[in-house]
């Protein structure tokens, strides 16, 4: 017996809002499924597709980097979005937004998390009301909410977290969305200690002579070499490893104070690079605390040698190196040497 199934949707405003009835309905031949979905007209906010984090819809996610020269974003930071209705408006309306400084707190202790409110006067709201005209369902215009450059380097906890909330429309032939109300400004800061461009005649201290006492770890079986071939002087051997990114941690066995690196890729003369180099440090050996990135092209080579320097010095008794080379094959250190004061 043939089973024939048709699935009759009455009205499905946008997916992503709340479906408010469904109502099922059957016989013995045939099957009816009919879903009732909201009816209003709703004003909301979708940047989804610029959202980096799976737990805040609408966010928008930047980097502060701290150094001894100054506070940098990775781009100017801003939330411009335009505002949408689940359906054409009968009349024109006029959306308002503002900075919402509650809903941190709200969202920390939802989620066990521990972003901090941005500062009063550091946000700049230089565009919160916008309009959808009539028969549209798009604002004209756009919400802008932006962050002074200015005050980036008082910007020193962690993360900060800027909810910017429609808080009211003119018509009260729609109303605002409930869960998709709400846009982000996130904000993550760290202070950056790898240096950029420094050359051997710029790294602090000098070069360790004796590696013996050190203990060496890493994250992968190595295929060829051993880990004290690091420092016997020679660029032809090798600790070599098949697979990247690789991670080596260095015991010193004492606290030192770190001025800089020096490392040396199997086969470098020939162009066989380090790209990528993330730089930790820990007293512990537990807790590291990341210095920054080294790449390839922020690395000065000499000879082959490339060195990462840093602004300032720093102390600790381990060296994390997180590594990848530009070869696919040829992924080993032939030397690895450490300035210190």
Known sequence: MNKHISINIRFIIVSFLTVSAAVFQSCSKKETYDVTGDTETRIFINSEGRSSLANLKNSFTYAIQHTVEGSTSN?????????????????????????????????????????????????????????????????????????????????????????????????????????????????????????????????????????????????????????????????????????????????????????GLRLFAYRAATGFLFSNVIVSVSNDGVNYTELGTATNSTMVNASGYQYIGLYKTVQARYIRLALTWTSTSQRGISELGVYVQ
């Open 75 to 259: 781009a100017d930071i801003q939330a411009k979005f335009p505002v949408l209705s689940t359906k054409p408006v009968s009349s024109t309306v006029t959306v308002n937004a503002e900075i919402d400084n509650s809903l941190v707190t709200a969202y920390n202790a939802a989620n066990n998390v521990s972003y901090e409110k941005l500062p009063n006067g550091f946000a700049t709201l230089t565009k919160t009301s916008v309009t959808i005209e009539q028969g549209s369902s798009i604002s004209s215009d756009q919400i802008l909410v932006s962050v002074d450059p200015s005050k980036f380097a008082q910007l020193t906890a962690p993360a900060y977290l800027i909810p910017i909330k429609l808080s009211s429309i003119s018509s009260s032939s729609a109303k605002i969305s409930t869960n998709y109300q709400t846009a982000y400004i996130v904000i993550n800061t760290k202070e950056v200690i790898v240096k950029p461009n420094v050359a051997a005649t710029g790294m602090f201290g000098a070069l360790v002579t004796n590696y013996s006492a050190w203990g060496i770890t890493a994250s992968a079986t190595p295929n060829t070499g051993v880990a004290t071939q690091m420092f016997d002087n020679s660029t032809t051997t090798r600790w070599g490893f098949a697979t990247h990114p690789l991670t080596i941690t260095a015991d010193m066995m004492e606290t030192k104070t770190i001025g």
